[in-house]
């Protein structure tokens, strides 16, 4: 099983694994990947786990919390 952790990996490695999980941000998208890769930005710098930012994401999903507003998708449109 591959270390996803903050003390097994360096910052270079956790920006490989926030790319790769997300899939390649600069293809033909909706527009979400720049939210996502900021969502995970904590844990790119160090300062919180995977694990935290998926259950505090849930939390504000499951309870209704409000969140970041998306004001539409910059996709739309595009040819």
């Not at 490695?13 to 996502?36: F, H, N, T």
């Not at 504000?60 to 998306?70: H, I």
């Amino acid at each position: 099983m591959k270390r996803i952790l903050i003390a097994d990996t360096t910052r270079e490695e956790r920006e490989r694994i926030v790319a790769e999980s997300i899939g390649k941000i600069d293809a033909a998208c909706d527009g979400c990947s720049p939210g996502l890769i900021e969502m995970y930005q904590d844990y790119i710098d160090g300062r919180k786990e995977l694990r935290e930012i998926n259950m505090e994401f849930n939390a504000r999903y499951v309870s209704g919390m409000e969140g970041p507003e998306k004001n539409g998708c910059d996709w739309v449109g595009r040819t």
